[in-house]
């Protein structure tokens, strides 16, 4: 079974600053996604970003990147230059290619963002 | 514009009542996923489809129906066999599964 571990329950981060939110995962599948998604409180759910198991390069998506590093079966989301509209719970979360699957959220970090 | 409609967007239940969930997209998206989110804790998937008429358990699929009648529409009755449902409810629908997925904007789900 796979499974998402982010150790992080919540981060601070002064505005325009970078922040970086932790994941790591575990899995026996080859072929597989990683995703980050972002919950605002108002409680809808935002992709983000998107890292396939096979991507040589780490993905971004204007100021969010992902810091994919499969040895060590992490994929860290790295936001450059924070708003203050960052201030939300993120999800890291992991699928497997094809086949029956059950994808798979982690517990969340909130993260608020300082003037 | 294309996207996931849940309603209602606030549900109460009384006890030993079935209460029904709606979501409909029109994304033209083949699969479609329900899941839980209770306080401070992530996701987790109740039922999932991929296809029209077919239809899979997730981890909490207890006390828990749904159907996939329609490409467009994943409903979900919680029975009263589930003893404990207040939760945030999320519908999420992809292209297809390892895919991104697109939710809906939660029903919240309360005990009178």
């Known amino acids: 079974a796979q499974k998402i571990t982010q150790t992080q329950p919540g981060m601070f981060v002064q505005e325009k600053e970078a922040v970086t939110l932790d994941c790591t995962y575990d899995?026996?599948?080859?072929?597989?996604?990683l995703f980050w998604y972002k919950q605002p409180s108002s409680g809808e759910m935002i992709f983000l970003i998107y890292?396939?198991?096979?991507?040589?390069q780490n993905a971004t998506e204007g100021r969010y990147s992902l810091n994919f590093q499969k040895a060590r079966k992490s994929a860290n989301l790295v936001i450059s230059a924070s708003q203050l509209g960052d201030s939300a719970m993120y999800f890291c979360a992991m699928d497997i290619s094809g086949g029956s699957y059950i994808p798979t959220f982690g517990r969340g970090t909130s993260l608020i963002v300082h003037p | 514009d294309g996207g996931i409609t849940q309603s209602p967007k606030y549900l109460f239940r009384k006890e030993g009542q079935n209460v029904t969930l709606s979501c409909e997209q029109n994304?033209?998206?083949?699969?479609m996923y329900w899941y839980r989110q209770d306080p401070g804790q992530g996701l987790r998937l109740i039922y999932y489809s991929q296809i029209v008429n077919d239809f899979q358990k997730g981890d909490i699929a207890e006390g828990y129906s749904v159907s996939r009648e329609k490409k467009e529409s994943f409903p979900l009755t919680v029975t009263s066999a589930q003893k404990n449902p207040t939760a945030f409810y999320l519908c999420?629908?992809?292209?297809?599964?390892?895919?991104?997925?697109?939710f809906g904007d939660g029903t919240r789900l309360s005990i009178l």
């Open positions: 890292q396939g198991s096979y991507d040589e």
């Open positions: 994304l033209n998206h083949d699969a």
């Open positions: 999420a629908s992809s292209i297809a599964n390892n895919q991104p997925q697109h």
């Open positions: 899995t026996s599948d080859q072929s597989y996604g």
